[in-house]
């Protein structure tokens, strides 16, 4: 007993004893695990916002707590591309994307996600996640992937690209930036494409093909200079337009700070004032931060149309003597004597009258060596309430890409996973994860597909891989500091081209057109409501539910006739099929409750006035799985109401639970015991012998 409770609070517990097979299993498991994961992380968190070094927190401590508290033992648990993107698309409407706001809200939403998971699962709602239908997850990964993949465009590309509240939007303009393609990003993508096709082909380099990639075009762009970045001051700039354009966008970006600055003072002086209830002072201060919140909204307006001409601009710089600085003239307006370092310069950021400038490839840079240090989320009710909805969204998304990767593995490896413990298990991990600055983490398809096939046995690989990703994080993160983006970005782009499956759509179009339309809703929603990925999957989720409710609502009421093989069949199917006058056979396909019983009370009374000589009704219950208080009511008065009409009604093949509940009611003694049967056979043979020799010459009571 005792070792039964320690087991439910401390799975992993389970694992214990274990033999030298099953740990050095684990171990080759862990170690080919971590060549994967490592650069795969790193991808992600630039698909997340967040700088490099999170992703790899992310696969080091939610993957060790997933794996000791979660019930899959194959299970990886880490950062993914839709969660990243999901992410992304939550936080980033609310601050600046790598900045110290941006990530103390990623820590806060990956708190919130995890303590929705752990309240589901320890109050068992593990089944919860079944309201959200698979043509709703269709459609959505669909336009996750589609969406993943066209955000790393302009990194493939090396070209700019802009972030506001339409991802469409944003992508139409980045196509105007196309005639600025940078050339060796464009190579540098090419190259690591056919690399990764190369690899993967040969099959003793396949499962750590993604870091032998890494590796080659991290050397190459070493050697290459493939990097060239530089700073400058606005006044470099020679040419008078482009000048006025940099300053202006600064002098506003400072002004906004200003701005900003002064609403955090001013709700701080609100919040003090309705403490000391001074209804007077609140309400003056509401409306002084109205019309800040409005300027601050205008002064963004603007610089965000600065900011799109500033992206347009390349800039040529000067040969000069060293501690000299250099003159930036716009592309097209430089003397034509000038001798020129040979590079394309254009604004990487803009700060406080500093500029950043790149001439080169954009590269991974600087990663801070070191294990995440313990960081407490930043908690807001402002904060929680603007992310509430999408930790909703995440949390189940995330459960959803977890246990169905559990669920597989499960099945090959002939092992048992429990939902609820799952959820627990990826609930403490995202819980620990954001006091570790890991950003929401839910089960890898990839992570857990190699666990598998490299043999891993217990969560003890997820263990060992954690602690190579920790060594990487002590000792080898200087060795990234060339690795261009181009290469991460079309890492998460061969990632994410599984996750389009067109071939489902169809596939779910001829099953249920009704499907399909969702299906494909929710796809049309996801993408045009991008970046905010919640709105997509809510919609769908809600149609798929009022769907559910329409069917139900209006289940299929079959009247019956005897087919000549002897079954019992739909009479609007076979037209043809003999029947009686003197009884009405009926077939319920559905639930009776409170949504349809006036449909199956509707249905019996509309069968009863076309047949009006029958004595009898029989109703046959196979299908009805259950039955409620309004559907007992509205039996008892059916019944009543029939008895008045001389028509008697029978009940065949009712269910235990139906019959419990007219038991528990008094319904089965008004219907009488003589009146419920077993079988349709049983009630037609019945009803035939009270008719007598009436039936003899009814061809429905006759069998061939």
Request: charge should be neutral; include cysteine.
């Amino acid at each position: 007993m005792v070792t039964q409770l320690a087991v439910r609070f401390f799975p992993f517990l389970a694992w214990f004893p274990l033999s030298i097979v099953i740990l050095r299993g684990d171990l080759i498991a862990g170690i080919i695990g971590a060549l994967v994961l490592v650069p795969k992380a790193m991808a992600y968190a630039q698909l997340s916002g967040l700088p490099l070094q999170f992703g790899l927190y992310t696969a080091l401590v939610p993957a060790v707590l997933g794996a000791l508290w979660g019930s899959s033992r194959q299970l990886a648990t880490g950062p993914v591309a839709i969660v990243s993107l999901m992410t992304a698309a939550a936080v980033t409407p609310l601050a600046i994307p790598g900045s110290e706001e941006y990530i103390g809200l990623a820590l806060l939403l990956t708190l919130m996600v995890g303590c929705v998971q752990l309240v589901l699962g320890v109050v068992k709602l593990g089944s919860a996640v079944n309201f959200v239908s698979h043509p709703v997850i269709l459609g959505f990964m669909n336009a996750a992937a589609l969406i993943i993949g066209l955000s790393q465009v302009d990194l493939l590309l090396g070209i700019p690209k802009g972030r506001s509240e339409f991802f469409l939007k944003d992508i139409w303009e980045m196509l105007g930036y196309l005639p600025l393609v940078h050339l060796p990003t464009l190579v540098m993508s090419v190259f690591s494409l056919a690399l990764m096709l190369v690899v993967k082909k040969i099959s003793t380099l396949a499962k750590p093909g993604v870091l032998i990639v890494v590796a080659v075009t991290t050397l190459l762009s070493a050697l290459a200079g493939f990097e060239h970045n530089a700073t400058g001051k606005i006044t470099e700039i020679a040419t008078p337009e482009a000048r006025e354009m940099v300053k202006g966008y600064n002098d506003t970006a400072q002004r906004i700070d200003e701005l900003s600055a002064g609403y955090t003072s001013l709700s701080t002086r609100l919040r003090q004032a309705e403490k000391e209830q001074g209804s007077r002072a609140a309400a003056d201060l509401r409306y002084r931060l109205d019309l800040l919140d409005l300027d601050i909204k205008a002064l963004e307006v603007e610089n965000r149309s600065r900011l799109r001409g500033i992206r347009k601009l390349y800039f040529v710089r000067g040969k000069v003597e060293e501690g000299r600085a250099a003159v930036l003239y716009q592309m097209g307006q430089a003397p034509a004597d000038l001798q020129t370092d040979g590079r394309q310069w254009h604004i990487k950021k803009i700060e406080k009258g500093d500029m950043k400038l790149i001439g080169g490839g954009d590269v991974v840079g600087t990663i801070p060596s070191g294990l995440p240090s313990f960081r407490l989320p930043a908690i807001s009710i402002e904060g929680v309430l603007q992310l509430l909805s999408a930790a909703l969204v995440i949390a189940l998304v995330a459960f959803m890409e977890s246990i169905s990767m559990a669920k597989a593995m499960a099945g090959k490896a002939k092992q048992r996973v429990d939902p609820n413990q799952e959820l627990i298990g990826q609930g403490i991990a995202n819980i620990g994860g954001s006091f570790f600055q890991a950003y929401p983490a839910c089960g890898s398809f990839t992570g857990s597909a190699i666990n598998l096939q490299a043999g891993a046995k217990t969560g003890l690989a997820m263990v060992f891989n954690g602690f190579f990703v920790a060594v990487t994080l002590l000792f080898f993160t200087p060795l990234i500091h060339h690795l261009p983006k181009a290469v991460l970005a079309m890492i998460i782009l061969l990632a994410v081209a599984g996750l389009v499956t067109p071939k489902a759509f169809k596939h779910t179009w001829k099953a249920s057109r009704p499907d399909g339309i969702v299906a494909l809703i929710t796809f049309v929603v996801t993408m045009l409501a991008a970046p905010h990925l919640d709105k997509g999957i809510m919609i769908g989720a809600a149609l798929a539910i009022g769907h559910y409710l329409y069917r139900t609502m209006a289940p299929r009421v079959a009247i019956l006739g005897r087919h000549c093989d002897g079954t019992l069949r739909d009479t609007k199917v076979h037209p043809d099929l003999a029947t009686s006058t003197r009884m009405v056979v009926i077939r319920f396909d559905g639930s009776l409750y409170f949504a349809n019983v006036a449909h199956f009370e509707d249905a019996v009374l509309g069968a009863m006035a076309d047949h009006r000589e029958a004595k009898y009704l029989l109703v046959v219950g196979d299908a009805i799985n259950s039955i409620d208080s309004s559907g007992e009511e509205m039996i008892h008065n059916m019944v009543a109401q029939l008895q008045q009409s001389g028509v008697e009604i029978v009940f065949s093949g009712l269910k235990k639970q139906v019959l419990d509940v007219m038991r528990a009611t008094g319904l089965f003694g008004f219907v009488g015991e003589a009146n419920i049967f077993a079988t349709e056979d049983q009630a037609l043979a019945a009803i035939s012998l009270r008719l007598g020799d009436e039936a003899k010459c009814d061809a429905l009571f006759c069998q061939p």
